[in-house]
Protein backbone atom coordinates (compact mmCIF):
# COMPACT_ATOMS: atom_id res chain seq x y z
CA UNK A 1 0.00 0.00 0.00
CA UNK A 2 1.70 3.62 -0.65
CA UNK A 3 1.05 6.29 2.13
CA UNK A 4 1.56 10.19 2.24
CA UNK A 5 2.49 11.89 4.62
CA UNK A 6 2.24 15.80 5.76
CA UNK A 7 5.62 16.95 6.89
CA UNK A 8 6.36 20.36 9.02
CA UNK A 9 10.13 20.93 10.10
CA UNK A 10 12.01 23.74 11.89
CA UNK A 11 15.23 23.58 9.14
CA UNK A 12 17.67 25.76 11.27
CA UNK A 13 19.72 22.85 12.15
CA UNK A 14 19.22 20.69 9.42
CA UNK A 15 21.83 20.56 5.96
CA UNK A 16 18.45 20.91 4.22
CA UNK A 17 15.84 18.06 3.38
CA UNK A 18 17.53 15.69 0.82
CA UNK A 19 19.60 12.90 2.86
CA UNK A 20 23.45 13.44 3.25
CA UNK A 21 26.83 11.71 4.12
CA UNK A 22 27.42 12.37 7.25
CA UNK A 23 25.01 15.62 7.38
CA UNK A 24 21.70 15.74 9.88
CA UNK A 25 19.06 16.39 6.85
CA UNK A 26 15.02 16.29 7.25
CA UNK A 27 15.13 13.06 5.10
CA UNK A 28 17.53 11.03 6.97
CA UNK A 29 15.66 11.77 10.22
CA UNK A 30 12.81 10.39 8.48
CA UNK A 31 14.57 7.14 6.96
CA UNK A 32 15.50 6.32 10.80
CA UNK A 33 12.21 6.43 11.98
CA UNK A 34 10.36 4.63 9.38
CA UNK A 35 13.16 2.09 9.69
CA UNK A 36 12.91 1.49 13.03
CA UNK A 37 9.26 1.26 13.18
CA UNK A 38 9.38 -1.40 10.51
CA UNK A 39 6.98 0.32 7.93
CA UNK A 40 9.49 0.64 5.53
CA UNK A 41 12.72 -1.21 4.96
CA UNK A 42 14.90 1.68 3.18
CA UNK A 43 14.05 4.55 0.73
CA UNK A 44 14.84 2.86 -2.45
CA UNK A 45 12.96 -0.20 -2.10
CA UNK A 46 9.74 1.77 -0.61
CA UNK A 47 10.23 3.70 -3.90
CA UNK A 48 10.51 7.09 -1.39
CA UNK A 49 9.41 10.31 -3.07
CA UNK A 50 8.92 13.62 -1.87
CA UNK A 51 7.22 16.88 -3.39
CA UNK A 52 10.53 18.77 -3.58
CA UNK A 53 13.81 19.57 -1.97
CA UNK A 54 14.90 22.55 0.07
CA UNK A 55 17.85 23.84 0.94
CA UNK A 56 19.79 24.09 4.24
CA UNK A 57 18.07 26.28 6.89
CA UNK A 58 14.79 26.26 4.86
CA UNK A 59 11.82 25.32 6.90
CA UNK A 60 8.24 23.45 5.76
CA UNK A 61 4.81 23.50 7.03
CA UNK A 62 3.55 21.10 4.05
CA UNK A 63 6.48 19.43 2.57
CA UNK A 64 4.56 15.99 1.16
CA UNK A 65 5.92 12.50 0.87
CA UNK A 66 5.33 9.36 -0.13
CA UNK A 67 6.40 5.31 0.27
CA UNK A 68 5.51 1.95 0.09
CA UNK A 69 4.29 0.04 2.76
CA UNK A 70 3.38 -3.49 4.20
CA UNK A 71 2.75 -1.42 7.67
CA UNK A 72 0.19 1.10 6.70
CA UNK A 73 -1.20 0.90 10.16
CA UNK A 74 1.84 2.06 11.58
CA UNK A 75 2.47 5.23 9.03
CA UNK A 76 0.21 7.34 11.22
CA UNK A 77 2.03 10.84 12.33
CA UNK A 78 1.76 10.25 15.83
CA UNK A 79 3.36 6.83 15.97
CA UNK A 80 6.02 8.26 13.35
CA UNK A 81 6.33 11.69 15.68
CA UNK A 82 7.53 9.51 18.63
CA UNK A 83 10.94 8.14 17.10
CA UNK A 84 11.10 11.83 15.31
CA UNK A 85 13.00 14.61 16.86
CA UNK A 86 10.74 17.71 18.14
CA UNK A 87 12.08 19.64 15.18
CA UNK A 88 10.28 17.11 12.48
CA UNK A 89 6.59 15.83 12.38
CA UNK A 90 4.48 14.29 10.56
CA UNK A 91 0.96 16.20 11.16
CA UNK A 92 -1.60 14.02 8.18
CA UNK A 93 -1.02 11.11 6.06
CA UNK A 94 -3.37 9.69 3.35
CA UNK A 95 -3.78 6.40 1.46
CA UNK A 96 -2.85 7.08 -2.17
CA UNK A 97 -2.53 5.46 -5.65
CA UNK A 98 -0.14 2.93 -6.31
CA UNK A 99 1.89 5.51 -9.13
CA UNK A 100 1.70 8.78 -6.89
CA UNK A 101 4.70 10.74 -6.98
CA UNK A 102 4.77 13.78 -4.84
CA UNK A 103 7.14 15.85 -6.88
CA UNK A 104 5.78 14.52 -10.85
CA UNK A 105 2.00 15.37 -10.55
CA UNK A 106 2.15 18.51 -8.45
CA UNK A 107 0.07 21.02 -9.54
CA UNK A 108 1.36 24.04 -7.60
CA UNK A 109 3.65 24.84 -4.46
CA UNK A 110 3.44 27.68 -2.31
CA UNK A 111 6.38 29.09 0.05
CA UNK A 112 6.18 32.26 2.46
CA UNK A 113 8.57 34.55 3.19
CA UNK A 114 9.26 36.51 6.45
CA UNK A 115 11.02 39.72 6.33
CA UNK A 116 11.53 41.52 9.05
CA UNK A 117 11.52 45.65 9.23
CA UNK A 118 9.81 48.89 8.32
CA UNK A 119 12.56 50.71 5.95
CA UNK A 120 10.20 49.15 2.99
CA UNK A 121 7.51 50.77 0.82
CA UNK A 122 5.14 48.15 0.57
CA UNK A 123 3.33 49.73 -2.28
CA UNK A 124 5.98 49.83 -4.10
CA UNK A 125 6.52 45.89 -3.60
CA UNK A 126 2.78 45.15 -3.75
CA UNK A 127 3.15 46.94 -7.33
CA UNK A 128 6.42 45.55 -8.45
CA UNK A 129 5.53 42.00 -8.12
CA UNK A 130 2.42 42.47 -10.24
CA UNK A 131 5.59 42.36 -12.67
CA UNK A 132 6.04 38.70 -11.71
CA UNK A 133 3.08 37.34 -11.91
CA UNK A 134 2.13 34.94 -15.66
CA UNK A 135 4.65 32.57 -17.54
CA UNK A 136 8.19 34.23 -17.65
CA UNK A 137 11.49 33.24 -18.00
CA UNK A 138 13.12 33.09 -14.65
CA UNK A 139 16.95 32.85 -15.67
CA UNK A 140 17.80 35.96 -13.49
CA UNK A 141 16.51 33.92 -10.37
CA UNK A 142 18.18 30.73 -10.48
CA UNK A 143 21.55 30.21 -8.41
CA UNK A 144 23.77 28.57 -10.92
CA UNK A 145 21.97 29.89 -14.03
CA UNK A 146 24.32 27.61 -16.48
CA UNK A 147 22.82 24.31 -14.82
CA UNK A 148 19.11 25.31 -14.95
CA UNK A 149 17.36 24.56 -18.09
CA UNK A 150 13.91 24.69 -19.00
CA UNK A 151 13.52 28.43 -16.99
CA UNK A 152 10.09 29.60 -17.70
CA UNK A 153 7.50 29.49 -14.55
CA UNK A 154 4.29 30.22 -14.01
CA UNK A 155 3.96 32.66 -10.95
CA UNK A 156 -0.35 32.41 -10.44
CA UNK A 157 0.09 34.20 -7.22
CA UNK A 158 2.08 37.02 -5.14
CA UNK A 159 0.62 38.42 -1.72
CA UNK A 160 2.11 40.64 0.64
CA UNK A 161 0.74 41.24 4.00
CA UNK A 162 2.23 43.62 6.80
CA UNK A 163 2.11 42.54 10.19
CA UNK A 164 3.99 45.02 12.80
CA UNK A 165 7.16 44.81 11.94
CA UNK A 166 7.06 41.06 9.78
CA UNK A 167 6.31 41.47 6.06
CA UNK A 168 5.09 38.36 4.82
CA UNK A 169 5.44 37.01 1.25
CA UNK A 170 3.11 34.38 -0.22
CA UNK A 171 4.16 33.18 -3.77
CA UNK A 172 2.79 30.26 -5.62
CA UNK A 173 3.86 28.85 -8.85
CA UNK A 174 3.42 25.44 -11.35
CA UNK A 175 7.45 24.80 -9.44
CA UNK A 176 10.12 26.69 -8.79
CA UNK A 177 13.78 26.75 -9.92
CA UNK A 178 16.61 26.46 -7.34
CA UNK A 179 16.51 30.21 -5.10
CA UNK A 180 14.20 31.64 -7.02
CA UNK A 181 11.82 32.33 -4.17
CA UNK A 182 14.99 33.84 -1.69
CA UNK A 183 15.47 35.93 -5.30
CA UNK A 184 12.25 37.13 -5.85
CA UNK A 185 11.95 38.27 -2.07
CA UNK A 186 15.48 40.02 -2.99
CA UNK A 187 14.57 41.74 -5.94
CA UNK A 188 11.25 42.85 -4.04
CA UNK A 189 13.17 43.90 -0.71
CA UNK A 190 15.76 46.25 -3.45
CA UNK A 191 12.26 47.94 -5.04
CA UNK A 192 10.81 48.21 -2.01
CA UNK A 193 13.96 50.06 -0.36
CA UNK A 194 14.65 52.54 -3.43
CA UNK A 195 17.71 50.41 -4.26
CA UNK A 196 16.32 49.77 -8.27
CA UNK A 197 12.95 50.31 -9.79
CA UNK A 198 10.58 48.59 -12.01
CA UNK A 199 12.06 49.23 -15.22
CA UNK A 200 15.05 47.64 -13.84
CA UNK A 201 12.50 44.19 -12.50
CA UNK A 202 11.22 44.11 -16.13
CA UNK A 203 14.15 43.90 -17.43
CA UNK A 204 15.00 40.94 -15.38
CA UNK A 205 12.69 39.09 -16.54
CA UNK A 206 13.89 39.29 -20.25
CA UNK A 207 17.46 37.30 -19.87
CA UNK A 208 18.30 37.01 -23.39
CA UNK A 209 19.06 40.88 -23.43
CA UNK A 210 19.86 41.39 -19.66
CA UNK A 211 21.81 39.45 -17.74
CA UNK A 212 22.23 39.89 -13.63
CA UNK A 213 23.00 37.84 -10.62
CA UNK A 214 21.30 38.47 -7.79
CA UNK A 215 21.73 37.41 -4.22
CA UNK A 216 19.00 35.33 -2.61
CA UNK A 217 17.74 36.57 0.60
CA UNK A 218 18.67 34.32 3.85
CA UNK A 219 17.07 30.95 4.34
CA UNK A 220 15.92 31.13 7.36
CA UNK A 221 13.02 33.22 6.30
CA UNK A 222 11.42 30.99 3.87
CA UNK A 223 8.60 28.39 4.22
CA UNK A 224 7.49 25.49 2.36
CA UNK A 225 3.73 25.92 3.28
CA UNK A 226 1.37 24.29 1.00
CA UNK A 227 1.73 21.67 -2.36
CA UNK A 228 -1.15 21.14 -4.33
CA UNK A 229 -1.85 18.26 -6.51
CA UNK A 230 -5.10 17.87 -9.23
CA UNK A 231 -6.18 14.67 -7.81
CA UNK A 232 -8.12 14.78 -4.59
CA UNK A 233 -6.29 13.51 -1.63
CA UNK A 234 -7.91 12.13 1.43
CA UNK A 235 -6.18 14.06 4.06
CA UNK A 236 -6.65 12.53 7.64
CA UNK A 237 -5.19 14.99 9.77
CA UNK A 238 -3.59 14.43 13.48
CA UNK A 239 -5.49 17.32 15.49
CA UNK A 240 -2.83 15.81 18.87
CA UNK A 241 -0.29 16.01 16.24
CA UNK A 242 -1.05 19.84 15.39
CA UNK A 243 -0.93 21.05 18.68
CA UNK A 244 2.39 19.78 19.53
CA UNK A 245 3.76 21.43 16.56
CA UNK A 246 2.58 24.71 17.44
CA UNK A 247 3.66 23.89 20.50
CA UNK A 248 7.21 23.43 19.50
CA UNK A 249 7.47 25.96 17.21
CA UNK A 250 6.38 28.77 19.70
CA UNK A 251 8.94 26.96 22.06
CA UNK A 252 11.55 27.44 19.15
CA UNK A 253 9.90 31.54 18.82
CA UNK A 254 10.29 32.24 22.34
CA UNK A 255 13.80 31.48 22.75
CA UNK A 256 14.75 33.61 19.40
CA UNK A 257 13.29 36.29 21.08
CA UNK A 258 14.83 36.02 24.02
CA UNK A 259 18.03 35.47 22.44
CA UNK A 260 17.64 38.28 20.09
CA UNK A 261 16.63 40.65 23.46
CA UNK A 262 20.07 39.32 25.08
CA UNK A 263 22.08 39.80 22.31
CA UNK A 264 20.06 44.04 22.23
CA UNK A 265 21.41 44.50 26.10
CA UNK A 266 24.67 42.91 25.30
CA UNK A 267 25.66 44.87 22.23
CA UNK A 268 23.28 47.98 22.37
CA UNK A 269 24.01 49.95 18.92
CA UNK A 270 22.23 51.49 15.92
CA UNK A 271 22.77 47.70 14.81
CA UNK A 272 20.39 45.91 17.49
CA UNK A 273 17.55 45.53 15.10
CA UNK A 274 19.58 43.88 12.16
CA UNK A 275 20.06 41.02 15.55
CA UNK A 276 16.58 40.09 14.65
Not at 182 to 208: C, F, H, N, T, Y
Request: with cysteine; proline share 4%; hydrophobic share 40%.
Amino acid sequence: MRVALKIAYIGSNFRGSQVQLNDPTVEGELFKALKELGIIEDPRSANFRTSGRTDSGVHAMGQVVAFDTDAPNLAMPRVINSILPGTVWAWAHAIVPDNFDPRRHALSRSYRYIVYGEQFDISKIRSASKLLIGSHDFANFCTSRGECKGTVRIVERIDIRVSGNLTRIDVEANSFLWNMVRKIVSALMMVGSGVRDEEWLAQMLDPESYEEGLEPAQAYGLVLMDVKYPIPLEWVEDGYAIRRAHERVHDHLVRYRVMADILSHLFPSESSDELL
